[in-house]
C-alpha cells in the first residue's frame, strides 16, 4: 500500500510568484486536506477536498486555492507569494471525510525570498 | 485563537522510564484527538487517537489518557527508548461537525537519554 506522496520536497520562488504543490493520497483515501507549517508551530489547517469538492477551509487568504482530481490526487496553488508563506506544507489523506484519522505526507519545504 | 495547546515546548527522560507529554484544548466541541510523532524532514506520524467517549487507549508502550472535565490530554509512553525522541504533537477535531480537519498544538519535543 503506497502513502501519501507530495512533490516537489523543496522549492524556492521569490516575492509575487505563483506556486503550485502536488500530493498523492494513499489509496483508497478520497479526502485530502492541506496544512501550512511555519517554523516552531503546529500545523494550520488551509482547507479540504472530497471527491473533488472544496469540504471545508481554514482561515487562508483566497490566493490560497486547490484541486482535486478524479484519481483523488490534489494541488495547492498559491498565487502572489509573500515572505510568510515560507513554510512547510503537508498534505494529509484520510478514507473519508468523517473518518478520524488523517495519514500525512512527507510535505514541501517552500521558501519565498 | 490557539485552540489546542501544548505548554511544555521540550521534555528529557532517560532512557526506560516514563514520558508524560500534556495538551489542553478550549473547544467543547472536539470529540476526537490524536497524538502525531515528527522527525525532522518527515510529515507527521500517526501514534495514536482516542475518542471522547473514552477516558484511556491503550496501544503497546503508548497510552493516550483524556480528561474531558478538564479539557486535557496526555500521552504516556512507558519505557521510553532513545528512538522515541521527535516531535509529539497532540491534534483534535469535531467529528460530530461532519468535519475531520484537525486543530494542532504547537509540539513538544522529547529527547531520551540513553
Known amino acids: 500500500e503506497t502513502g501519501v506522496t507530495q512533490s516537489p520536497t523543496h522549492l524556492i520562488k521569490t516575492r509575487g510568484q505563483q506556486v503550485t504543490l502536488r500530493c498523492s493520497s494513499q489509496?483508497?483515501?478520497?479526502?485530502v486536506s492541506w496544512y501550512q507549517q511555519a517554523l516552531g508551530q503546529g500545523p494550520q489547517f488551509i482547507f479540504q477536498?472530497?471527491?473533488?469538492?472544496?469540504?471545508g477551509r481554514g482561515n487562508f487568504p483566497p490566493r490560497f486555492s486547490g484541486l482535486q482530481f478524479p484519481n483523488y490526487s490534489s494541488e495547492l496553488n498559491v498565487n502572489a507569494l509573500e515572505l510568510d508563506d515560507s513554510a512547510l506544507y503537508l498534505c494529509?489523506?484520510?478514507?473519508?471525510?468523517?473518518?478520524?484519522?488523517?495519514?500525512f505526507g512527507p510535505g514541501t519545504r517552500l521558501l519565498v525570498l | 485563537d490557539q485552540q489546542v495547546k501544548q505548554n511544555s515546548p521540550s521534555l528529557s527522560v532517560q532512557e526506560g522510564r516514563i514520558s508524560i507529554l500534556n495538551c489542553d484544548y478550549t473547544?467543547?466541541?472536539?470529540?476526537?484527538f490524536l497524538w502525531y510523532k515528527k522527525y525532522p524532514a518527515e510529515g507527521p506520524t500517526f501514534l495514536i487517537s482516542i475518542s471522547s467517549i473514552k477516558d484511556k487507549n491503550e496501544d503497546g508502550r503508548f497510552t493516550a489518557f483524556l480528561n474531558k472535565s478538564a479539557k486535557h490530554l496526555s500521552l504516556h509512553i512507558v519505557p521510553s527508548q532513545p528512538g522515541d525522541s521527535a516531535v509529539y504533537f497532540c491534534a483534535a477535531s469535531a467529528i460530530r461537525t461532519g468535519a475531520n480537519n484537525l486543530f494542532f498544538g504547537t509540539g513538544t519535543r522529547l529527547t531520551v537519554i540513553p
Open positions: 473547544n467543547s466541541m472536539f470529540d476526537y
Open positions: 489509496s483508497g483515501h478520497n479526502t
Open positions: 494529509a489523506s484520510s478514507l473519508d471525510r468523517g473518518q478520524e484519522t488523517q495519514y
Open positions: 477536498y472530497y471527491r473533488e469538492e472544496e469540504n
